[in-house]
């Protein structure tokens, strides 16, 4: 049989056709599986990553957490440890400033109450009749003994007003700077007993010794009410009080 050349170019043709053909079915089939296989291993891929990352970052949180807790504990250690030393010291410091001072406020007070660092005042009261109010101040800058009964001298009487001795305190009246102790006069007795009665215009408070025995340092000079003050024989003078009213009770 002669084959013409049409023929044989058709031939020729489809043969060329069916080899185009089944390269890009090739071709189409080799994409179709790169594709997929990605996709086969995004599972695995996401599940390593969740599993692997997810212990990595609690693990790695874990491990910062307690790095960062210790660091923390050991900051607070460090900080409780200075805070107690400078409370320790500031605690020795403030004890022996302390002792120093509290030494030599709180020593055993000798200086006497005298009329040099000691202010004087008299007062009239209501109650009880014919009694007057003394108070003493300290105007020093140290402490000082308000020892006994302040010694009285009427203008320029001799004898020293009669001390009440029921009066008698059981300790000493020691004054601190500003502070004041107390004295009760009864000028005249209620009922008249009295004798030797006249009107002083001054008075002379002196103070006592530490022995009770006499009069130390100068006396002081309280002004007196006006137009004076009467007293007789009759007259008495408390010991030095702590208050006012105790100075008043009898």
């Known amino acids: 049989m002669r084959i013409t050349r ?17 390269l890009t079915a090739c071709q189409n089939d ?3 599986t790169g594709s997929q296989a990605p996709a086969a291993s995004t599972q695995p891929s996401a599940g390593g990553q969740d599993g692997a990352a997810g212990p990595g970052k609690d693990g790695g949180a874990k491990e910062s957490d307690t790095h960062a807790q210790g660091a923390r504990a050991t900051n607070a250690s460090a900080s409780g440890a200075s805070g107690t030393s400078g409370s320790k010291s500031t605690g020795r410091s403030g004890t ?4 120093s001072g509290g030494g030599a406020d709180s020593g055993p007070v000798t200086t006497a109450c005298t009329g040099a660092n000691v202010k ?8 009880p009749i014919n009694h007057l109010l003394l108070t003493a101040t300290n105007t020093g800058s140290k402490p000082c003994n308000a020892y006994s009964a302040p010694y009285l001298r009427w203008d320029e009487g001799q004898a020293a007003t009669t001390i ?17 102790a107390y004295a009760g006069i009864m000028t005249e007795s209620a009922d008249g007993s009295g004798n030797s009665g ?19 340092g100068p006396a002081a000079n309280p002004t007196l009410p006006k137009g004076g003050i009467y007293t007789d024989s009759s007259a008495w003078v408390t010991y030095w009080q702590t208050t006012a009213a105790d100075a008043l009770t009898w």
């Open 6 to 22: 049409s023929a044989t170019r058709v031939l020729a043709s489809a043969a060329v056709l069916t080899a185009a053909l089944s």
């Open 30 to 32: 080799t994409k179709d």
């Open 96 to 99: 022996q400033q302390h002792g």
């Open 120 to 127: 004087v005042t008299v007062t009239k009261v209501d109650r």
């Open 164 to 180: 009440l001795e029921e009066s008698k305190p059981q300790a000493v009246r020691t004054l601190k700077p500003g502070e004041s």
């Open 198 to 216: 006249y009107t002083a215009h001054k008075l002379a408070v002196f103070f006592a010794d530490r022995a009770g025995q006499g009069s130390t």
